[in-house]
């Protein structure tokens, strides 16, 4: 189930593909039952959706979907921060700060999106790991499925990692700063500046939910 998840929110299984018991119980050597059961587990956590007679389809991405967890994000980060300018012990903030020297090195080299994508999840879990938000983060995982694919084409973009590395850069100068009157505007621009749906949609149609 783990595999098929990680396929999935890499774009490896594109929304639309047909999912068969049939190849996936010699994939994987397993009888019919276990394999429904995890197909199942899929449906329930929308990763797939199961229409009788026709199959087990990746679901597409759901841009009403992307619109609130990036909402839910917006509205916790902007306190998460808050709380790190109360004061950030000098060892965490050495952890971001190495973080972000990794993004850059990704930046440089070819065919390094996935690789970033974690270090972005990374930056961000720090920052809720050190507010003692954890299982925030974590709950927010468990409905992720859209965003992250919509994370994965939005990167795509040119020069969009390079802004996504000066925006964490800027976040934790914030931070750092105590700059308290800039958390929404950054904030803002960070996680909701690309959810223009119109233009997010043009060159993806064929993943988007319509």
Known sequence: MNQLKEEILSLRLTPGTIISETALSERYQLSRTPIRDILKQLSLEDYIHIYPKKGNIVSYIDLESVEQIIYLRYALEKEIMKELMRGIPLKDLHVLKDNLLRQLQCIDEPENTDAFLELDDEFHKTMFILAGREFLWE???????????????????????????????????????GEEGRIDELLHHHLRSDIRFIDFQEPYTQYIKQ
């Open 139 to 177: 709950l927010i995982q468990q409905f992720n499925v859209h965003y992250v694919r919509y994370r994965k084409l939005h990167m795509l973009k040119k020069d969009k990692l390079k802004e996504i590395q000066q925006e964490h850069q800027f976040i934790l100068d914030c931070i750092v700063g």
